[in-house]
Antibody
Framework: QVQLVQSGAEVKKPGASVKVSCKSSGYTFTNHYVHWVRQAPGQGLDWMAVFNPTDGSADSAQRFRDRLTLTRDTPTSTVYMEVSSLKSEDTAVYYC???????????????WGQGTLVTVSS | QSALTQPRSVSGSPGQSVTISCTGTSSDVGGYNYVSWYQQHPGRAPKLLIYDVTKRPSGVPDRCSGSKSGNTASLTISGLQAEDEADYYCSSYAGSYTWLFGGGTKVTVL
């Protein structure tokens, strides 16, 4: 079955960057889009971006567009999300989620990674 | 784009039904049949419950159902069970390759 495994927790200082990985298995890597969603402590879900592993293209929410970089390593079926210029408000659990590339699958978040806690603190 | 509007909490006794609303605009909920719902237990990743407004993934009990009228989508959980106590989030495609989530609703089983 589809499984997404994310990298471990990170602690970063304000102004630094963080790179989170999301390794997929159980399906053909290029057949699913990968969304990124974050959740600040005690808060709700916040959609950040969607990545197409086939061609490396991405779309993101306006508020993240300048600080977000999405890449992939196809041989290892891994997608990476890098957030730069971190602020304390970026402290959150970051999730990757897969979306099937066929039919209406693109519009939902089918399977989720376990989440990666990123703490931004001086 | 603002988050979709959900009630902060709903509650019900075992066996009863609860309905969670998710209100957006004609640019998101009302404009597309791409509303989905997610269940999240504390400390866990969200889980897909409903997609395309009314469809259930395999493994999700038919006690969960979705609907939509105008700019408001709804999730109904019937035959409430203790394991249903969790946070629930709606999501909608919002056009231009962007998505929105609701603020989340805490369901309490009394």
């Amino acid at each position: 079955q589809v499984q997404l495994v994310q990298s471990g927790a990170e602690v970063k200082k304000p102004g630094a960057s963080v790179k989170v990985s999301c390794k997929s298995s159980g399906y053909t890597f290029t057949n699913h889009y990968v969304h990124w969603v974050r959740q600040a402590p005690g808060q709700g879900l916040d959609w950040m971006a969607v990545f197409n592993p086939t061609d490396g293209s991405a779309d993101s929410a306006q508020r993240f567009r300048d600080r977000l970089t999405l890449t992939r390593d196809t041989p290892t079926s891994t997608v990476y999300m890098e957030v730069s210029s971190l602020k304390s408000e970026d402290t959150a659990v970051y999730y990757c989620a897969s979306a099937p590339g066929s039919g209406s699958g693109y519009y939902r978040f089918d399977s989720w990674g376990q989440g990666t806690l990123v703490t931004v603190s001086s | 784009q603002s988050a979709l509007t959900q009630p902060r909490s709903v509650s019900g006794s075992p066996g009863q039904s609860v309905t969670i609303s998710c209100t957006g605009t004609s640019s998101d909920v009302g404009g597309y049949n791409y509303v989905s719902w997610y269940q999240q237990h504390p400390g866990r990743a969200p889980k897909l419950l409903i997609y395309d407004v009314t469809k259930r993934p395999s493994g999700v009990p038919d006690r969960c159902s979705g609907s939509k009228s105008g700019n408001t989508a709804s999730l109904t959980i019937s035959g409430l069970q203790a394991e249903d106590e969790a946070d629930y989030y709606c999501s909608s495609y919002a056009g231009s390759y962007t998505w929105l989530f609701g603020g989340g609703t805490k369901v309490t089983v009394l």
